[in-house]
């Protein structure tokens, strides 16, 4: 049963997993993510720009039930390709997590592991997109590392340095933050905190009013999401469930 959360989904990839590369996972096929997003729009989910989210965690705003964020990590190119037409059509607003360093550059922290250099969006697409006033951009640090395993100067240099950095680039004040892998401690929370107003985990569940606002759950969609899977993740305690298993 649905009561008083709200949904925050997160995608790594929308588009074909190119030849010979690992970990095809994160992956969603863009006629399945058109799939999920006509089935959000058909059972009358609420779709909310991220700064929604601010103010319900603030007490400011009361969000209906069957409200849900939709955001992207890494600000691959193939969001710019295959998720931005389909968000434009829905005139449904998201949130992209960037590393503001390796825009225009390719996967840089992964791609030996999974054998494939990937494209991230350039600056020229990211500015467009702002244009449409649907997406809003979030810090993801500036080179993706695994922050628990830095000391405090390079943490901060990683967090604050991609938060100025992307407001620089965007000319617009940045809100948000995705620690990269999911990867985080006390320490590198309470740094962030003095930054952003909000920050994303990969920790599996829903947010509720009072959720710590740092450290937020999520709803992961991936290549094994059909449309059974994920009208089970949205409307059932399913995510609960297995975040508590965690």
């Known amino acids: 049963m649905i009561t008083n959360r709200i ?16 970990f095809k996972g994160g992956f969603v096929h863009p006629w399945m993510f058109a799939r999920q997003m006509e ?20 007490g400011d705003v009361v969000l209906p039930e069957r409200t849900a964020v939709l955001t992207f990590d890494d600000g691959y190119h ?12 829905y005139n449904y607003p998201a949130a992209v997590f960037i590393s503001p ?16 250099k990937l494209p991230l969006m350039t600056m020229e697409q990211v500015n467009d997109t702002i244009a449409s006033g649907l ?35 965007t000319g617009r004040p ?8 999911g990867d ?6 309470e740094i962030v905190k003095k930054e ?28 094994n999401t059909w449309m059974l899977p994920f009208r089970i993740k949205l409307l059932t305690d399913h995510e609960e469930k297995k975040g508590e298993n965690r």
Request: hydrophobic share 35%.
């Open 174 to 181: 940045v809100l948000s933050f995705c620690y990269p892998y």
């Open 196 to 223: 952003f107003s909000v920050a994303f985990t990969t920790h599996r569940g829903f947010v509720y009013k009072d959720s710590s606002p740092w450290e937020l759950k999520r709803v992961e969609v991936k290549r």
């Open 184 to 189: 985080y401690d006390r320490r590198v929370c």
């Open 135 to 169: 997406i809003d951009y979030g810090a993801h640090t500036l080179t993706h590392p695994f922050l628990s395993k830095l000391d405090d100067e390079k943490v901060i240099a990683e967090v604050v340095g991609s938060k100025k950095l992307l407001e620089t680039k």
């Open 78 to 89: 193939d969001f710019y390709l295959y998720a931005y037409p389909v968000l434009k059509k």
């Open 101 to 116: 360093g390796l825009i225009g550059g390719y996967n840089e922290w992964d791609h030996e592991k999974i054998h494939a």
């Open 39 to 58: 089935w959000l729009k058909k059972k009358y989910f609420r779709v909310v720009p991220l700064t929604d989210l601010v103010s319900y965690l603030r």
């Open 7 to 22: 949904t925050v989904l997160y995608y790594h990839h929308v588009g074909l997993p190119p030849w010979g590369v690992k």
